[in-house]
């Protein structure tokens, strides 16, 4: 089984009815799974460049270029249980980067993943590079 694994020392004190004047104690270790228990595979697809023509009446010699990327995430379980998962997102540095836009190409929704069945989530990136 894949995944992250932490190891858990507990310590428990704790008193009786019959006996509540003795503090007794007693320890426990055991090995938690830390992961979600997903799987991410991502394909990204390059869509090439595009052209922003403008109508300005004169000749321009540095067009800008959008550089269109399709990313797309594939989400299932890799254990018996299902996993809900009530949104995605594809989020920029905070600083932001010049000239890239990240937007879902579909609309949210929450979903279901099974070990049988996974689910896609889409997202267009567009960079703007002035030539």
Request: charge should be positive; aromatic fraction near 8%; glycine fraction near 4%.
């Given at each position: 089984m894949f995944g992250f694994?932490?190891?858990v020392n507990l310590e428990i004190e704790y008193i009786?009815?019959?006996e509540p004047s003795t503090v007794r104690v007693s320890y426990?270790?055991?090995v938690l799974m830390t992961t979600l228990p997903?799987?991410?595979n991502v394909e990204d697809f390059f869509r090439g460049?595009?052209?922003i023509i403008f109508?300005?009446?004169r000749m321009v010699s540095n067009l800008p270029q959008i550089y269109r990327l399709v990313s797309k995430f594939t989400v299932s379980s890799t254990s018996h249980q299902h996993v809900r998962i009530a949104?995605?997102?594809l989020d920029l540095p905070t600083e932001g980067l010049e000239g890239v836009q990240i937007r879902p190409s579909l609309t949210k929704?929450?979903?279901v993943v099974s070990l049988t069945e996974s689910t896609n989530f889409f997202f267009v990136s567009d960079h703007l590079l002035r030539l």
């Open positions: 694994y932490q190891k009786t009815v019959d426990f270790t055991r997903i799987s991410v460049t595009r052209l109508s300005i009446g949104d995605a997102t929704r929450r979903v």
